[in-house]
């Protein structure tokens, strides 16, 4: 299994959905002791290639690269109080039980406080249902958490708070201790 994967399903390139999934990982791993390597899943520029029907070697890579993940971070934004198409359209194509033994951490940017359960209702099941561990509350990130400015400015505060939260559930289902 690799390290930290951070899959981005946000249909914009440079998102601030991005830039909040690369700070989740950073200070994930950076609690449970893990190195994020910084592989990153952007799904912004593989909307053609996903809903080809010809197979993309940069799509088979990226599949690959989600599957062998040991944790992975999972982001998007809420679109109709639910995940994006282009999400689905990557998850639909991994096998059945792809992510078994993967630890899945669940993130949604949303516009809307009343979308908040999305990431439990919408996201959780469908990577509990690829065999994914998803042992710790999916984040729902309100909009109004995010930097107004540039969109690789990641709000530090509330994931920091989700992180120290989260980190010992991630170490303990990865069956490792937790750093001192």
């Known amino acids: 299994m690799g390290g930290f994967v951070t899959l ?12 909040a999934a690369i700070e989740t990982a950073r200070q994930v791993a950076g609690l449970t002791g893990l190195d994020t390597s910084g592989e990153i899943i952007d799904l912004a520029a ?3 290639h996903l809903l080809s029907p010809v197979p993309s070697a940069v799509v088979e890579a990226a599949l690959e690269l989600a599957a ?9 934004p809420t679109y109709k109080a639910s995940y ?16 078994a033994g993967t630890v899945a951490l669940p993130l949604m940017v949303m516009g ?9 209702v919408h996201l959780r099941p469908v990577l509990v249902e690829l065999g994914a561990a998803v042992p710790t509350p999916g984040l729902a990130l309100p909009e109004s958490e995010l930097p107004s400015g540039l969109p690789d400015e990641p709000p530090t505060g509330v994931l920091t708070r ?6 010992p559930q991630v170490t303990a289902a990865l069956g490792r201790a937790v750093p001192a």
């Open 68 to 76: 062998g993940a040991s944790v992975l971070v999972v982001a998007c």
């Open 46 to 48: 593989f909307g053609p």
């Open 8 to 19: 981005v399903g946000n249909p914009r390139a440079g998102s601030r959905t991005r830039a």
């Open 162 to 167: 989700w992180a120290a939260l989260v980190a």
């Open 84 to 99: 994006p198409g282009l999400l689905k359209a990557f998850l639909d194509r991994l096998p059945p039980n792809a992510l």
């Open 112 to 120: 809307d406080p009343r979308h908040a359960l999305a990431v439990e």
